[in-house]
Structure formats: C-alpha cells, structure tokens
C-alpha cells in the first residue's frame, strides 16, 4: 500500500504570515502522497465583529447562524483556501483547493442535538474517496476548506480536525494513512505553557488517566477524541504536533503519537 | 470532435435567487460536456460597502486594491462559486467549483496599463487545459470563479468574460466548443430597454456600424470584443442570450450569434 500524508494545520499558523509560510515550505517538501485541510483562524470571527455578526461559541464550536455560515464560507473556502493553493503554486506544489460540496467531496447532515441549536454546523456522513484519490494520483495535492454540503443545496460549516478524521479513515482503504494534526504547540503538554513536557505517546488507558488529572482539557478533547477514533478506524498513525516541526512529525522525531496501546 | 459547452452566467442573474435558480436547472438539463464560468454581482460591491472599502471603476471594470481583491476572492470564489456547487450537486449535477489558481488552471500577470493602474487585475497567460479536460470527461462540472493566479503567489482579479472566452479558446484543441454569454437580456438589442429587437446574428463588419452607430455601446463593447476574439480563435459558435433561455441559446432558437460572416 503506498503511503498518504493527511495533514491538518490549526488556525493559529493560518493567523501567522511567517509561521504558515513556513508550513507551506515544509508541506511542499514533503514526498509523496498529500492532502492539506485547513481550519479557519480568527479572520471569520475577525470578519464578523467588523460586518456586527455576533458570535457564539459553545464548547470551542462556532454556532453558525444563515449569516456566519456565509462569513465561514467566504473566508474558510475562499480567502483562505485560495490563498493557501496560491502559495503552494508558487512553491511548484500543483494544489486544487476544494470544500465538501466539490466533486460532493464530503457529504454531511445538519448536526442535531438534543438542547443545543448549533445552526449550519455539519456532521460528516460520507467521503468520495474517488475524486480525492483521482486527483492525488494526477500528483495534485488537495487543499480541504472546512465546509461541507448535505447534497439538498446547503453548504455546512464542519469541525477542520473531524474532516481531517473522516478523510484519513477513508482514505485508509487505499493508502497507508498517516494523520498528522500539526499546530502550534509541541504536541499533547503535561504543562500547557511548557514547549519541552511533550507526551510522546497517547494510549486508550492513558488518554483517561490525563482526561482524569485535567492535565487534557478543553479543546484538546475534541481532538483527541478524533485522533482515537481515527486509529480505531484503520488509519495507519496519528500525531500532533508543531506547524514548523511537519518534517520531524512525519519522520516520528516530534510530537505527540496516538497509539493502540 | 465532442462537443464542450463553455457557459458564461452574468452577475445581475447571481444577484436574482429566482433567476439564478431557474438557469441552474436549464444548465443541469444541459446534456454533454459543459463548464459554467460565474461573474461576481453587486455582492462584491455591497461587502465592500458594508467593511468601509471604497470602489473605484473605470469601464466597468473594478480598480483591485488589496482590500477589494480580499473581498472579491471571498465573494467569487467563496461564497458565490461554493452555493452555485451545492445548488448543483443538489439537483444531481457533479459539479467543482475552482479559481485560476486550482489545479493552476489559468495562469495570468498582474495587468500592465500606461496611464492606469488596475491593481491586482490579471490578464490571461495560459489555460491548462489537462486538468479541465480530465475532470470533463469523468463527467464533473467545472465551475469557475473570476479570480486567477501569477504562479507566484498572487492571486489577481480576472474578468468572468474574458476567463469564459480564454477557455473556450484553449478547450477548441479538444472539443468543438460552444460559448454562451448567458445574462439578463434576450441578446444584443438594437433598442436597449427592448428584448424584442434582438440582433439574431452580428458579423466583424455589421459589428463595426452598429459601434459607430452607438446601438452597441459600453458593457456590450468588451463582451463582444471577447466574442470575437474566440470565434477567431477557433471557437465554433460563440451565441449572447437571456440566462432563462439556456436551452434556446444551445439549440439557435434564442439570442444573437456571433459569426464570420
């Protein structure tokens, strides 16, 4: 089975020109198989202060209401997606930047939920591997914007990591799928605000043991819990890790990895 | 030779729900090989009056300061190019949604102008046609947004007619291409504010008296130009019509047709 690199890069190295072009550098040097998905950043939450759209969060999740799902899907498919496929073009990196509704890339539902109306958030029910492995055996990289489409006309703002999950789960039916979330910390902190206490490896037992000391808290959970049910589903490895460090991440040489046991 | 449809929609359609819906079923019904080319609409305008950038036009072309082309790659190739793609898959069409810089699918320079600076306006360099032909004949419906690339990391706003006519040019190497400016009116009119006084056909040489006669005057300049400019390309037939009546314009039973002679 050849090898596929899916990697996620947080919105905090899309805030930052020289750290994403950084990336950007490191992603074209990486060999072989590719795909990138991007998350969003604080240009949507930018955008909206300056249009007077109120943003609501809950659980670190954006609730998308009709006018914050037009922000999302102008700046994350868009400005970001566009100028993210730009930059890898220059780099001689052949990049197509795509959302869900794309070749019906990914397909998802509207999120139900019992008490919480988290408006046009989208959970993914299907990945067409078969545009996605098409276009990567033409050597074109995927650039993946964090909106899908319930294939009825309605774009959905999706969770980036969980798009990086359900394409890597996918996708492991053809390559050998290595998960790599790559943002702007060390990897998985026994002390948030230390670089240098990485956790190398995350098991099951250990992931509820640091859930238990608080040590994982917050928006580490979500993805995390991606992270697990991404190795549960067949993808070959998971690892978080540093934006810059992409070539240490790939080599094992950094970072955080999620493992069986 | 198979025949490719290479349709052009105008922005005062993208800016009618109604209308726009209406034209995404006739292009659905649209049997064979087709790729539909999207302007912008007042979206762009009415964004970049809400954040406070002023526009400047000269010609009816947009003077692209980076705010301005900041907002126009969210609005085209965003929020515009992304619903026209799920208003698509949703009615069973395969539809992709790509700017110039995807795939590298139009490469083009930062216009060069004596006396006016455009800003980040781009003129076509080169279409590749590989990547738009692949994903025609895997049966996917190209959508493209007026926005294009330089190859070295800029991206540059690109007029929706001259993409559509630069297309069609470069997909007459693989198909017998069929150009159709779809907008507003019946076609080229004799009495403006009369969609009965259609023009069934226009050649180089009734198009010269009907410019010194002012009946084609303004907008209708650079859009015949660019007529022209295909049909002596090697564009088979290049027809100017009402966005409702696609089908009409496909069959020769509606708007004005660009010909030799």
Sequence with gaps: MNKLYVIKIGGNIIDDDVKLQMFLSSFVAVEGRKILIHGGGKLATKLAAQLGVEQQMIDGRRITDAETLKIVTMV???????????????????????CGADGNVIQSHKRHHTSIDYGFAGDVDTVNTGLLQSLTEQGINVVMAPITHNKEGQLLNTNADTIAQEIAQAMSALYETHLIYSFEKAGVLMNAADDSTVINSITPASYKTLKDQQVIYAGMIPKLDNAFAALHSGVHRVVIGKAEQLQELIHQQSGTSIVHE
């Design 76 to 98: 994350y498919a868009g400005y970001i997606n566009k100028n993210i496929v730009a930059q890898l073009q220059s780099r001689g990196s052949n990049a197509i930047g795509l």
